[in-house]
């Protein structure tokens, strides 16, 4: 785990991240509450990673752990229909996802828990797909994988998103960045090993797009320049700048990074 949790993907595990420094609650939730989405992603890129999935039951049961507002949560519900279960430790963003589902005529084919995506109780072999896009990284690939296994049936997928080199040599700011914020990001072959040691066939791989990260930073840039405004003074205002400084940043990391990182769908099946 990083000591510093990267905010690329606010669920709520990388959302304890603001806990540690004197930033109120308020500003928190004006900075996160409500975007489109919480990390990056894409429909196309959800959808693509669903067709390399394969057939799935008349009506599937699916996982969705770190599901924070639910962005793929109504995706899957609204195209795979049967029952999404919807994982996050975060209340609020559950509740979000209650809202969305409910917008979306879909509160029949969605289900939440408030759970720690390490503390999981389900029966085993319960679900037909396990579904997690940028969460894993609070377990690591390989221990995420190797745990959730149980509650996969046999024969079935998993489809997690984790942030991955793409290239050898990245730019010494990248490389810089996220060797500090996450030293555990590794290439797409070292996550490919970890995907065969916890007993999966890795069945495709693809790195999101550069308009899939826009779709949450675009966003939140944003968010940031209002909320500067609104800080600007007032007893909260040097915590709250600091806060917003880093969340910056690691926007202002992703634009001089020439394409070095990315998300990266991996979509892999538990042998029978």
């Known amino acids: 785990m990083p000591a510093r949790p990267r905010i690329s993907g606010a669920n709520g595990r990388e959302r304890e991240r603001t806990g540690r420094q004197t930033v109120s609650p308020e500003l928190f939730r004006e900075l996160f509450g409500r975007l489109p989405q919480q990390g990056p992603g894409s429909e196309e890129a959800t959808l693509r990673a669903l067709e390399a999935v394969g057939e799935l039951p008349e009506r599937p049961r699916i996982l969705d752990v770190g599901s924070g507002t639910g962005h793929p949560t109504l995706i899957l519900a609204r195209r795979c229909g049967g029952t999404v279960v919807a994982v996050d430790i975060d209340p609020e963003s559950l509740a979000e996802v209650k809202r969305r589902a409910s ?101 495709e791989s693809f790195a999101l797009p550069e308009a899939a990260w826009w ?58």
């Open 103 to 203: 917008q979306a005529n879909l509160q029949q084919h969605v289900e939440t828990q408030v759970a720690s995506m390490t503390e999981l109780e389900f029966p085993e072999e319960s679900f037909d797909l396990i579904w997690s896009e940028g969460a894993i990284y609070n377990m690591g690939m390989e221990r995420g994988l190797s745990e959730w296994r149980r509650f996969l049936r046999p024969g079935c997928c998993v489809a997690v998103t984790e942030l991955t080199w793409l290239t050898p040599n990245p730019p010494p700011i990248a490389w810089d960045f996220w060797h500090r914020e996450y030293p555990a990001m590794a290439s797409r072959e070292k996550n490919g090993d970890a995907i065969e040691r916890a007993n999966y066939q890795l069945i």
């Open 215 to 272: 779709a949450f930073y675009g966003p939140l840039e944003e968010r940031i320049a209002r909320l500067r405004e609104k800080y600007a003074a007032g007893e909260h205002a040097e915590a709250a700048a600091k806060t917003l400084d880093e969340v910056q940043r690691e926007i202002d990391i992703y634009r001089a990074s020439n394409g070095s990182y990315s998300y990266v769908f991996y979509v892999a099946r538990r042998p029978l």
